[in-house]
């Protein structure tokens, strides 16, 4: 069955930069939105940056200037780009699909830990 894959997470230091990678383990047409979301420990999962089939985004202000979401559907693959990280983005980093009404696909979570 489809999978969503995640790669880049890690150890940083604060100001450093990662890059983390969500792509579909099989086939998948017509995603309409794909995401990040992170859940940073005692606290609920929140969205981080959102991207429609448009090319529209929406980034939450807590990352805006820092943070850029962005696709590639010819390989169905999201990209968060995470630059002057800080300790307060700590957090498990998960990305999702969406399409229609009843398709709705998270990847397992990437551990993203900043370091002062």
């Known amino acids: 069955q489809v999978q969503l894959v995640e790669s880049g997470g890690g150890l940083v230091q604060a100001g450093g930069s990662l890059r983390l990678s969500c792509a579909a383990s099989?086939?998948?047409?017509?995603?309409?939105?794909m995401g990040w979301y992170r859940q940073i420990l005692g606290k609920s999962r929140e969205s981080v940056a959102v991207?429609?089939?448009?090319?529209?985004?929406n980034v939450a202000d807590s990352v805006k200037g820092r943070f850029t979401i962005s696709r590639d559907n010819a390989k169905n693959t999201v990209y968060l780009q995470m630059n002057n990280l800080k300790v307060e983005d700590t957090a498990v980093y998960y990305c999702?699909?969406?399409?229609?009404?009843?398709?709705?696909?998270w990847g397992q979570g990437t551990q993203v830990t900043v370091s002062s």
């Open positions: 999702n699909f969406v399409r229609g009404w009843n398709f709705d696909l």
């Open positions: 099989g086939t998948i047409t017509g995603i309409n939105r």
């Open positions: 991207i429609a089939s448009t090319g529209t985004t």
